[in-house]
């Protein structure tokens, strides 16, 4: 390829406004465009440094880092390759979904790639004030996921226990998506009869039944241009399953009492924490309506599968909830908090949070504020004197995870002189307080 030819390439991409990188099959940087300076150089000259070295700090390439690569891999394929990674920034590391394409000579032989970088603004990888926050695998695995479906049209259904942020994750997909200029609707299905479900869903015309004085607007034809998000869909009855069904299948509805079918414009997102395919095998969920609503499934990880995300999320909660900005977690109300399995998972640790930090009265959430509030920390685990009490025969893993909520009191926070204490070391104290909540 010669040297006018990659002048011109470089001269194209430097008017293309998402930035974008020219990289020889050896990882170093020839060229980028004005928006990746902007967006990701920092102060240093990028010209013949390697992308992991400025994207991620790294010394090795991201395969031999315990990252995918996606130049290798566009390199071992000859095709363009997608991935989503953490990357280093003027403004600290953030999310980046990156493309990488391979750019041929005359032969046909691979000379260079184009990376392009896109900075994912539905999640943050820092404490955030709004929307998905997180950096674990399982985080990361999720919003992958999402990235990929968004601008497809693919009804997507959530998966995972109650309380993981279900609708934060559809309203993600929601604004990652073509449609992210028109509504998101969202519906509760828990608790819906025949009757409500219809008129919410599809609206009623003037006089349909007694106190109908005006035409009402159902909530699909609100969510024209948008999306619809149906929250709890196992919890719909058999007999709404079908109505359901038939809009989905015909992509028409018609308003309670009136005669007219009306196109239906929106994209499909359901979501529920319960096992839907043993529903189907219990008949208590239509096999039909399952597969039609079950295209792309995404599964929310609960926190017990993000624990390393939890102080992130804490610090995020605590800046939503607190009424005092700037407060901050003491490092043993943080490590306690690591500690737990939320069975609410986010929104237990969001109610947690909030109790605490109006028991707190200084600058600091510290672990008494936590254990005052938390629902399932035995009320009287100390005597008159200071002593750790039982006063009821129990079980020795009870007994055990009794003795260290005392205990860590006690430590005022130094878990390594505690773990000395105890004759453990701190990993094995960190895996015991981490597993006390997850029998």
């Given at each position: 390829m010669t040297a006018h030819f990659l002048s011109e390439l470089i001269s194209f991409l430097d008017g293309l406004p998402e930035p974008r990188i020219v990289m020889a099959a050896d990882y170093r940087i020839v060229a980028a465009n004005a928006a990746y300076i902007r967006d990701f150089g920092g102060t240093k000259p990028l010209a013949g440094r390697c992308c992991y070295?400025?994207?991620?700090?790294?010394?090795?390439?991201?395969?031999?880092?315990?990252?995918?690569?996606?130049?290798?891999?566009?390199?071992?394929?000859?095709?363009?390759?997608?991935?989503?990674?953490?990357?280093?920034?003027?403004r600290g590391e953030e999310h980046v979904a990156v493309e990488t394409t391979p750019i041929r000579d005359d032969q046909g032989q691979i000379v260079y790639f184009v990376e392009t970088m896109r900075v994912v603004r539905q999640a943050s990888s820092r404490a955030a004030a709004q929307g998905l926050v997180g950096r674990s695998p399982a985080f990361v695995s999720m919003l992958e996921k999402i990235l990929r479906v968004a601008n497809s049209d693919?009804?997507?259904?959530?998966?995972?226990?109650?309380?993981?942020?279900?609708?934060?994750?559809?309203?993600?997909?929601?604004?990652?998506?073509?449609?992210?200029?028109?509504?998101?609707?969202?519906?509760?299905?828990?608790?819906?009869?025949?009757?409500?479900?219809?008129?919410?869903?599809?609206?009623?015309?003037?006089?349909?039944?007694?106190?109908?004085?005006?035409?009402k607007q159902g909530l699909v034809e609100a969510a024209a241009g948008g999306t619809l998000f149906l929250d709890e869909i196992g919890e719909l009855p058999l007999a709404l399953q079908?109505?359901?069904?038939?809009?989905?299948?015909?992509?028409?509805?018609?308003?309670?009492?009136?005669?007219?079918?009306?196109?239906?414009?929106?994209?499909?997102?359901?979501?529920?924490?319960?096992?839907?395919?043993?529903?189907?095998?219990?008949?208590?969920?239509?096999?039909?309506?399952?597969?039609?609503?079950?295209?792309?499934?995404?599964h929310t990880p609960a926190l017990h599968e993000r624990i390393e995300?939890?102080?992130?999320?804490?610090?995020?909660?605590?800046?939503?909830?607190?009424?005092k900005p700037g407060r901050r977690f003491s490092p043993a109300a943080l490590e306690w908090l690591c500690s737990r399995r939320f069975t609410g998972n986010i929104r237990e640790l969001r109610n947690l949070i909030e109790r605490a930090t109006l028991m707190a009265d200084g600058e600091t959430i510290d672990l008494p504020h936590l254990l005052d509030m938390a629902d399932d920390v035995p009320a009287a685990l100390v005597g008159e004197d200071g002593a750790f009490r039982v006063g009821e025969v129990v079980d020795l893993a009870t007994l055990e995870e009794r003795y260290l909520a005392w205990v860590r009191l006690q430590a005022s926070g130094d878990h390594v002189q505690l773990a000395e204490r105890l004759g453990v070391s701190p990993r094995t104290l960190y895996r015991k307080l981490r597993e006390a909540k997850k029998d």
């Amino acid at each position: 390829m010669t040297a006018h030819f990659l002048s011109e390439l470089i001269s194209f991409l430097d008017g293309l406004p998402e930035p974008r990188i020219v990289m020889a099959a050896d990882y170093r940087i020839v060229a980028a465009n004005a928006a990746y300076i902007r967006d990701f150089g920092g102060t240093k000259p990028l010209a013949g440094r390697c992308c992991y070295e400025v994207s991620h700090r790294f010394d090795v390439p991201c395969d031999q880092a315990g990252e995918s690569c996606p130049l290798k891999q566009s390199l071992e394929t000859g095709e363009p390759q997608h991935v989503l990674h953490l990357h280093h920034t003027p403004r600290g590391e953030e999310h980046v979904a990156v493309e990488t394409t391979p750019i041929r000579d005359d032969q046909g032989q691979i000379v260079y790639f184009v990376e392009t970088m896109r900075v994912v603004r539905q999640a943050s990888s820092r404490a955030a004030a709004q929307g998905l926050v997180g950096r674990s695998p399982a985080f990361v695995s999720m919003l992958e996921k999402i990235l990929r479906v968004a601008n497809s049209d693919a009804a997507v259904v959530l998966l995972g226990e109650t309380g993981t942020g279900k609708e934060l994750v559809a309203r993600a997909i929601h604004e990652a998506s073509a449609r992210e200029e028109g509504p998101f609707v969202a519906v509760d299905c828990a608790g819906m009869t025949e009757t409500l479900f219809e008129s919410e869903l599809f609206g009623y015309e003037k006089g349909a039944f007694t106190g109908a004085t005006h035409r009402k607007q159902g909530l699909v034809e609100a969510a024209a241009g948008g999306t619809l998000f149906l929250d709890e869909i196992g919890e719909l009855p058999l007999a709404l399953q079908v109505k359901l069904l038939r809009l989905l299948e015909t992509g028409t509805y018609r308003r309670v009492g009136g005669l007219d079918w009306l196109p239906a414009n929106f994209r499909l997102i359901t979501a529920t924490h319960r096992d839907l395919r043993a529903m189907v095998q219990a008949e208590t969920f239509r096999r039909d309506l399952y597969f039609r609503i079950n295209t792309f499934p995404i599964h929310t990880p609960a926190l017990h599968e993000r624990i390393e995300d939890i102080p992130l999320l804490a610090a995020s909660l605590l800046e939503r909830v607190d009424r005092k900005p700037g407060r901050r977690f003491s490092p043993a109300a943080l490590e306690w908090l690591c500690s737990r399995r939320f069975t609410g998972n986010i929104r237990e640790l969001r109610n947690l949070i909030e109790r605490a930090t109006l028991m707190a009265d200084g600058e600091t959430i510290d672990l008494p504020h936590l254990l005052d509030m938390a629902d399932d920390v035995p009320a009287a685990l100390v005597g008159e004197d200071g002593a750790f009490r039982v006063g009821e025969v129990v079980d020795l893993a009870t007994l055990e995870e009794r003795y260290l909520a005392w205990v860590r009191l006690q430590a005022s926070g130094d878990h390594v002189q505690l773990a000395e204490r105890l004759g453990v070391s701190p990993r094995t104290l960190y895996r015991k307080l981490r597993e006390a909540k997850k029998d």
